[in-house]
């Protein structure tokens, strides 16, 4: 009876130890290394799939991009760098690019071409050969350093058009109302009939 009670002790304490010592080896294997992923557009050659290089190899869409890649597009293929809740940046055919992010922030240095910002939780951070560029949510930056805004923010002809529309919908509901004699008709001539008896 003892040597049974023994048995299990000893059988309890090594799988003990076994879960202890896996556990250890899986939490020192863990990385705190960040990745964004990478998406392709453009026509490739041939009809080919487009392709970028990444710290000089070809890459694919899919492709992981960890900070301190530099990423060069060509001049049939753009891409679009998806960073996760710290944001999304798109490069222009013909960009260099060399990117740095974490958890809450994206910079990098454009050496060529042209980068975009398609969302990102505070500003990215663009040094070009003019100085350094801060950049929001659909700001664009060259790497000769200008900073081209957002063409519908500034009240461009996006603005000129929704004025146009609403004025036009505007005028259809004062002519509707002044040639009706006010009558308004809505629904038709549907009996109702109460609950209540």
């Known amino acids: 009876m003892y040597s049974k009670l023994w048995i299990r002790r000893a059988v309890s304490m090594c799988s003990l130890v076994a879960v202890l010592a896996t556990y250890s080896m899986v939490a020192l294997g863990g990385t705190d290394r960040i990745a964004g992923e990478l998406t392709i557009t453009g026509n490739g050659l041939n009809n080919e799939t487009p392709a970028v290089t990444v710290n000089g190899e070809i890459a694919k869409s899919g492709r992981s991009i960890f900070s301190s890649s530099i990423v060069e597009t060509p001049s049939n293929a753009g891409a679009v760098i998806n960073l996760g809740k710290s944001g999304i940046i798109q490069l222009a055919p013909n960009s260099v690019f060399t990117i740095s992010f974490d958890n809450k922030s994206i910079s990098g240095e454009l050496s060529s071409g042209k980068l975009t910002v398609l969302g990102a939780s505070s500003e990215v951070t663009v040094k070009t050969a003019a100085g350094v560029v801060k950049a929001s949510t659909g700001d664009s930056v060259n790497a000769s350093g200008k900073k081209d805004d957002d063409p519908d923010s500034g009240g461009g002809p996006a603005w000129w058009l929704w004025a146009i529309v609403f004025g036009g919908a505007a005028a259809g509901i004062l002519i509707a109302a002044t040639t009706a004699?006010?009558?308004?008709?809505?629904?038709?001539?549907?009996?109702?009939v109460s609950p209540n008896r």
């Open 181 to 192: 004699d006010n009558r308004v008709s809505i629904g038709g001539t549907a009996i109702t």
